[in-house]
């Protein structure tokens, strides 16, 4: 029999093109799995989605403590969503902290809704409210359900043989049933998932169902919400899409492009947050020619990966700002040797320890100038949690034939958030020979591909080819350590050339908007969605304002600097105080204005639409 409730009849239904809604509480509160198990579901019923995970440092933060709230937003649509959303229409609150960080974000006339058996005299306290906000006039902008989630949770499950700690985590079921309720989704997903994940607790699985049910016709019943809303599917491609955060569509386009590739992919990681899950996803991929490696710190991390990649695999670390810094110099190390390695940068708030949990996108500076000596690397970006898979796999196609090491860069919004992602025809994936050199006839280590000045892959042990590698320079063909000031130079400059040569694999530029105008805004990694929706906003109305993302950092699209040209002004968001503005300056030699936050979050579309309008109108 389906568990699929009946459609809503109690409240009329409103139809919306999108919402966004927020859900908060202590981190044991299971906020992130209310999350998430909201966004699976509306993506089964054909929502497009963005997710926001926002969630402390800290494993257990101290109970209802400001710096402790748990948050998940996003946001669901009949129409294309780029982002989790400016403003909530909806915050489910879970105690006071929650309620008091988030309630000025929520939109007015937009729905709160409490768990009342939170707000005691010692919670209110915690979260710095002098008064009760249900009882006075706190709370008058907007429309508040006030619930009692934790007694009826109790209540629902006063027969169930579980303890009363078990009952009192269902209560996100319960919020979550009630939401269900609101915008008429299904119950099938959610309860099929708690089954399968509590197969052998069978009681804790009956339980779980039962406050989410109880929850939904709770709602229905006690007619607690004045409306309810339908958000009808939105229109996709034809295909076979699954919802994906951007660690797990990183990990996937790494494997795709090792299994086109025919190599084994190697792993070398120490966990760090937000890059852990990187590492976790791997570490489940052993069928398909995955081995991972938990090292005991960074460097012993990246020098696994690079001799991973001399044995003739796909040398791999994954790491956040703090252990790029780290990784530095054995970075330097496999340029020397021109061994293929990718490097994985989950960005996240600095300096130092910083932010670890909330989003920056600080890192692109020592991405492109990080190690000693005239070290160029090639340096690409991310732009969405789905875009993570293209991404990884460019970074493979390039690291292979170019015999360089890449740095690829998500970050955190991008990590940790998630979006429908359409599964790619395997055939229609490019192909990536790693081209290994077996002949020994004429074999000079370091003599150069005339198409990409890359040397020769040899794996060790393949007769009559033995080589030598490591740190000091390299002699020109030979690979012999040279000293020697004219070859010094000219391996520098070879190395340089290598890499800009990547200039030539690149396809032309996509511009949102004309190929000139009044204004172009110039944006990298996960910024994409925010840009792209507010110059499609400002164009709606009749502004001359085009956009441009950039996938390559280093080396640069060669059309930019054209494409700049054309333009009166630039503008250049940045999760920073100016990095790639100053790249661009320095490039290109451009007057561009720049947009800058620094708050571990990412950009709002209002945001920037008031930049666009600040610059265009004289007062950026």
Known sequence: MSTEPPSPTSAPIEQVSSVVIRFAGDSGDGVQLTGNQFTKTSALVGNDISTLPDFPAEIRAPAGTLFGVSGFQLQFGATEIR??????????????????????????????????????????????????????????????????????????????????????????????????????????????????????????????????????????????????????????KAGTYRNVTGNLATAMGLVAAAQVADINLFLGSYPITPASDLLHALANMRAHGVRTLQAEDEIAAVCSAIGASYAGNLGVCSTSGPGLALKGEAMGLALMVELPMVVVDVQRGGPSTGLPTKTEQSDLLIALYGRNGESPLPVIAARSPADCFDAAYEAVRITIKYRTPVLLLTDGYLANGSEPWRIPDPASLPGIDPNFLTEPEGFQPYARDPETLARPWVKPGTPHMEHRVGGLEKDDLTGNVSYDPVNHHKMCGLRRDKVLRIQNDMPPLEVVGEQSGDLLLIGWGGTHGAITTAVESARAAGKSVSSVHLRHLHPLHPDLGDLIRRFDKVLVPELNFGQLLKVLRAEYLVDAHGLHKMAGQPFTVTELEQAIEATLYGEA
């Open 83 to 236: 982002t989790p959303g400016d403003t909530p229409d909806v915050l489910v609150a879970f105690n006071p902290a929650a309620l008091k960080v988030n309630i000025d974000r929520l939109r007015k006339g937009g729905l709160v809704i409490v768990n009342t058996a939170a707000f005691s005299t010692r919670n209110l306290q915690k979260a710095g409210y002098e008064s009760n906000p249900l009882e006075d006039d706190t709370l008058s902008a907007w429309q508040l359900v006030k619930v009692d989630i934790t007694k009826m949770t109790r209540e629902a499950l006063k027969d169930a043989p579980i303890k009363t700690k078990d009952k009192d985590r269902a209560k996100n079921l319960f919020a979550l049933g009630m939401v269900y309720f609101l915008y008429d989704r299904p119950l099938d997903h959610t309860v099929n998932w708690l089954e399968g994940k509590f197969s052998k607790k069978p009681d804790i699985a009956a339980a779980n169902v039962k406050a989410l049910k109880t929850g939904y016709y709770y709602a229905e019943t006690a007619e607690v919400f004045r409306s309810t809303y339908s958000v009808p599917e939105a229109p996709i």
